[in-house]
């Protein structure tokens, strides 16, 4: 239950942007998060969209640091339901699609940076990608305001048998940050992707806030990854 009090991912994801955790605005570190991805990768190009609405946030954090401007290239059905709670992909797949929407009067021939807040199956993105493809986006760049996610969680903030899509690539070989982005990139067929590190994640918690987030789900350094989803069992 303590995990769960400061799960990173409630932060990220699940949280409204009104709470709060330990005195901590949810808002505030989404949007602390997006301002340290831009120092960390920034992008060229022409805007900033958030897949709403746990990526907006960092997403307008990202274009106050980057000045790229943020507009609300893709938006949602205000009646649609979270996704991550239905485990049969073709149901989420069809709700994804219900619930999403791309503009292509904003994006048509843009470089658009796409931030959501973090990839877990990757249906969610896949969904937002292929819609600002046929919108007629020129170039796409996703920028994730979390550390990879690596391990399932033991506290069950996602299901007990949740597909995370980086893990796959783990398990083929791939042990560092660099290699399952550019594994990642390839499969979204896209023109580059990057997460926050874990270093930038947790500087965005201790900034102004004493707080130590659970991070068990994450990819550590390369030694750690190989036990610590052992040795935190």
Do not use: W
Not at 130 to 152: D, Q, T, W
Request: proline share 4%; glycine share 4%.
């Amino acid at each position: 239950m303590k995990n769960q009090e400061s799960c990173m991912f409630r932060m990220i994801y699940s949280l409204r942007p009104d709470k709060q955790i330990f005195e901590m605005p949810v808002s505030f570190f989404r949007n602390s998060v997006g301002q340290q991805l831009a120092k960390e990768y920034p992008a060229n190009a022409d805007m900033v969209i958030g897949i709403p609405e746990s990526g907006v946030y960092s997403a307008l954090g990202y274009s106050d640091e980057s000045k790229i401007p943020f507009q609300f290239g893709i938006i949602k059905d205000e009646y649609s339901r979270r996704t991550l709670i239905y485990e049969n992909p073709k149901i989420r797949s069809e709700i994804l699609r219900e619930k999403l929407t791309a503009i292509p009067d904003i994006v048509r021939g843009k470089r658009i940076v796409v931030m959501d807040e973090t990839i877990a199956s990757g249906k969610t993105l896949a969904v937002a990608v292929n819609m600002l493809k046929n919108a007629g986006a020129k170039e796409i760049h996703v920028r994730i305001p979390s550390p990879i996610m690596l391990f399932n969680c033991r506290d069950n903030i996602l299901e007990k048998d949740a597909e995370l899509i980086a893990a796959k690539y783990f398990a083929k070989g791939a042990f560092n940050k660099e290699e399952i982005e550019e594994e990642l990139k390839k499969y979204f067929e896209i023109d580059s992707l990057k997460f926050l590190s874990l270093d930038g994640f947790l500087k965005c918690f201790n900034y102004k806030y004493n707080i130590s987030p659970c991070t068990e789900c994450l990819m550590k350094d390369n030694k750690n990854n190989l036990f610590s989803k052992n040795e935190n069992n």
